[in-house]
């Protein structure tokens, strides 16, 4: 019988990998994504003061189903919103080892057509 590893174990792998390349720093940060079944976190970091600069969930707007496209085009709305209050106008979008698809895409696209470029 072959042995699989844990979705969540191979997803893990994805992004250490990825994180050795993707990085932010202060005048361009990292957007990162994290998805539960339950909801979608989105975090604005600065990598080199190691210091998160905007954040946004579905669990922060009270989105009572936040684990579905729509709730996270609405997380994405309000990140994009509080960035430009905060005046970051570009930024790095690291998927957090996801597929760049369903939830994760709506996201980002919502994210940019409220402003947020990457």
Known sequence: MI?????????QRRHVRVRE???GTKEIPRLNVFRSNK??????IDDV???TLVSSSTVELK???GGNIEAA???GADIAKKC???KIKKVVFDRGGYL???RVEALADAARENGLEF
């Open 39 to 44: 909801g979608i976190y989105v975090q604005v």
């Open 49 to 51: 003061a190691q210091k």
């Open 73 to 75: 085009k609405l997380v």
């Open 84 to 86: 430009k209050a905060a």
């Open 21 to 23: 390349t993707v990085s």
């Open 100 to 102: 760049y698809h369903g």
């Open 63 to 65: 989105i009572k189903n």
């Open 3 to 11: 042995k699989k590893e844990a979705k969540t174990v191979a997803r």
